[in-house]
Protein backbone atom coordinates (compact mmCIF):
# COMPACT_ATOMS: atom_id res chain seq x y z
CA UNK A 1 0.00 0.00 0.00
CA UNK A 2 1.23 3.63 -1.10
CA UNK A 3 -0.80 6.87 -0.19
CA UNK A 4 0.70 9.72 -2.36
CA UNK A 5 0.74 13.59 -1.51
CA UNK A 6 1.55 16.26 -4.29
CA UNK A 7 2.15 19.63 -3.04
CA UNK A 8 3.67 22.63 -5.12
CA UNK A 9 1.24 23.41 -7.92
CA UNK A 10 0.14 27.52 -8.10
CA UNK A 11 -0.52 30.53 -10.47
CA UNK A 12 2.90 31.09 -12.28
CA UNK A 13 3.16 33.35 -15.81
CA UNK A 14 3.71 31.92 -18.88
CA UNK A 15 7.71 31.20 -19.09
CA UNK A 16 8.12 30.89 -15.14
CA UNK A 17 9.13 27.76 -13.31
CA UNK A 18 7.46 25.06 -11.00
CA UNK A 19 8.85 22.39 -8.59
CA UNK A 20 6.08 19.80 -7.89
CA UNK A 21 6.83 16.83 -4.97
CA UNK A 22 5.06 14.10 -4.29
CA UNK A 23 5.97 12.71 -0.47
CA UNK A 24 5.42 8.38 -0.62
CA UNK A 25 4.61 6.50 2.32
CA UNK A 26 5.22 3.24 2.77
CA UNK A 27 9.11 1.52 3.19
CA UNK A 28 8.96 -0.08 -0.41
CA UNK A 29 8.88 3.38 -2.32
CA UNK A 30 12.64 2.41 -4.26
CA UNK A 31 10.19 -0.34 -6.15
CA UNK A 32 7.75 1.60 -7.47
CA UNK A 33 7.84 3.36 -10.89
CA UNK A 34 6.67 6.98 -10.15
CA UNK A 35 4.66 8.86 -12.61
CA UNK A 36 2.97 12.18 -13.08
CA UNK A 37 0.10 12.54 -15.36
CA UNK A 38 -2.39 15.75 -15.59
CA UNK A 39 -5.61 16.57 -16.86
CA UNK A 40 -8.36 19.19 -17.52
CA UNK A 41 -12.13 18.98 -17.22
CA UNK A 42 -13.65 16.72 -20.20
CA UNK A 43 -10.34 15.51 -21.20
CA UNK A 44 -8.86 12.42 -20.35
CA UNK A 45 -5.84 11.90 -17.67
CA UNK A 46 -2.26 12.42 -19.96
CA UNK A 47 0.81 11.14 -19.71
CA UNK A 48 3.49 13.78 -18.29
CA UNK A 49 6.81 11.64 -17.46
CA UNK A 50 7.76 8.64 -15.85
CA UNK A 51 10.90 7.75 -13.52
CA UNK A 52 11.78 3.96 -13.29
CA UNK A 53 13.41 1.96 -10.62
CA UNK A 54 16.68 2.21 -12.75
CA UNK A 55 16.36 5.81 -12.54
CA UNK A 56 15.57 5.66 -16.31
CA UNK A 57 13.04 8.68 -16.60
CA UNK A 58 10.48 9.17 -20.12
CA UNK A 59 8.48 12.25 -21.17
CA UNK A 60 5.57 13.11 -23.15
CA UNK A 61 6.47 15.10 -26.17
CA UNK A 62 5.04 18.43 -25.09
CA UNK A 63 7.05 18.79 -22.16
CA UNK A 64 10.16 17.35 -23.08
CA UNK A 65 13.41 19.34 -22.83
CA UNK A 66 11.45 21.43 -20.45
CA UNK A 67 10.16 19.29 -17.88
CA UNK A 68 11.94 17.14 -15.76
CA UNK A 69 11.19 14.16 -13.21
CA UNK A 70 13.45 12.78 -10.40
CA UNK A 71 13.26 10.83 -7.34
CA UNK A 72 15.24 10.67 -3.69
CA UNK A 73 14.56 7.29 -2.26
CA UNK A 74 15.73 8.59 0.45
CA UNK A 75 13.01 10.76 1.08
CA UNK A 76 10.71 8.72 -0.69
CA UNK A 77 9.69 12.05 -2.81
CA UNK A 78 9.23 12.72 -6.44
CA UNK A 79 9.40 15.62 -8.09
CA UNK A 80 8.56 17.28 -11.08
CA UNK A 81 10.21 20.62 -11.69
CA UNK A 82 8.35 22.55 -14.50
CA UNK A 83 10.61 25.01 -16.74
CA UNK A 84 9.16 27.46 -19.40
CA UNK A 85 5.96 26.90 -18.73
CA UNK A 86 3.40 27.97 -21.52
CA UNK A 87 -1.03 28.47 -20.39
CA UNK A 88 -1.49 25.01 -22.09
CA UNK A 89 0.44 23.29 -19.23
CA UNK A 90 -2.74 24.32 -17.21
CA UNK A 91 -4.22 21.61 -15.45
CA UNK A 92 -4.01 19.52 -12.01
CA UNK A 93 -1.34 17.13 -12.06
CA UNK A 94 -1.34 14.08 -10.27
CA UNK A 95 1.63 11.61 -9.54
CA UNK A 96 1.32 8.01 -9.01
CA UNK A 97 2.85 4.62 -8.66
CA UNK A 98 3.17 1.73 -10.23
CA UNK A 99 4.62 -1.63 -9.64
CA UNK A 100 3.96 -3.06 -13.51
CA UNK A 101 5.71 -2.03 -16.91
CA UNK A 102 2.94 -0.57 -18.38
CA UNK A 103 3.96 2.81 -17.33
CA UNK A 104 2.82 5.16 -19.69
CA UNK A 105 -0.71 4.94 -19.23
CA UNK A 106 -2.64 5.81 -16.58
CA UNK A 107 -4.01 1.96 -16.29
CA UNK A 108 -0.99 0.90 -14.91
CA UNK A 109 -0.47 2.79 -11.67
CA UNK A 110 -2.58 1.42 -8.99
CA UNK A 111 -1.87 4.29 -6.57
CA UNK A 112 -2.38 8.17 -6.90
CA UNK A 113 -2.53 11.18 -5.49
CA UNK A 114 -5.17 13.90 -4.47
CA UNK A 115 -3.59 15.93 -7.34
CA UNK A 116 -2.32 19.57 -7.49
CA UNK A 117 -3.37 22.61 -9.65
CA UNK A 118 -0.68 24.45 -12.13
CA UNK A 119 -1.98 27.25 -13.79
CA UNK A 120 -0.05 29.28 -15.95
CA UNK A 121 -1.17 32.85 -16.89
CA UNK A 122 -0.26 34.37 -20.46
Known amino acids: QVQLVESGGGLVQAGGSLRLSCAAS????????MGWFRQVPGKEREFVAT???????YYADSVKGRFTISRDNAKNTVYLQMNSLKPEDTAAYYC????????????????WGQGTQVTVSS
Open 51 to 57: IRRSGNT
Open 96 to 111: AASDNNDYMRPSGYGY
Open 26 to 33: GRTFSSYT
